[in-house]
């Protein structure tokens, strides 16, 4: 039996003016558990971050409906590739909240991100300064 290729898009955007968070977790979950996509959300306010996998066609869906989301702008991918396994596999979304991450949330963004530029890094794991 062949297993369906799965794909992971990593991205952030710009919110457009007040982000309702909470409708757009409880759509994301639906959605997602319908096109068998798992990931997660990181806002802190004005930026978003998302980690969207599965099934390539349901991801490449689903990632241009959030691009025509007048919600945000300037979505820029950060990482889009063929994964073998899901870093999110239980998730069919979370929300990870940088002033009150779940130890299993930042872990898994940790993980995700360790590749990545440092400024990247910082930006989600550094205390903000005023």
């Known amino acids: 039996m062949q297993s369906i290729p799965l794909r992971q898009i990593f991205y952030h955007s710009r919110a457009v003016g007040r982000a309702d968070v909470s409708a757009i977790m409880a759509s994301s979950k639906r959605n997602n558990g319908m096109d068998g996509i798992t990931g997660m959300l990181v806002f802190d306010g004005r930026t978003f971050m998302q980690v969207l996998e599965g099934p390539d066609d349901s991801v490449a869906t689903t990632f241009a409906r959030i691009q025509?989301?007048?919600?945000?702008?300037?979505?820029?991918?950060?990482?889009?590739?063929?994964?073998?396994?899901?870093?999110?596999?239980?998730?069919?979304?979370?929300?990870?909240?940088?002033g009150q991450p779940s130890d299993d949330a930042l872990w898994r963004l940790r993980r995700r991100l360790e590749h990545f530029d440092r400024d990247l890094q910082h930006y989600f794991f550094d205390a903000p300064s005023d």
């Open 68 to 98: 025509s989301d007048p919600r945000h702008t300037d979505v820029t991918v950060i990482s889009d590739h063929t994964i073998t396994e899901r870093d999110f596999a239980y998730w069919s979304m979370e929300l990870l909240d940088p």
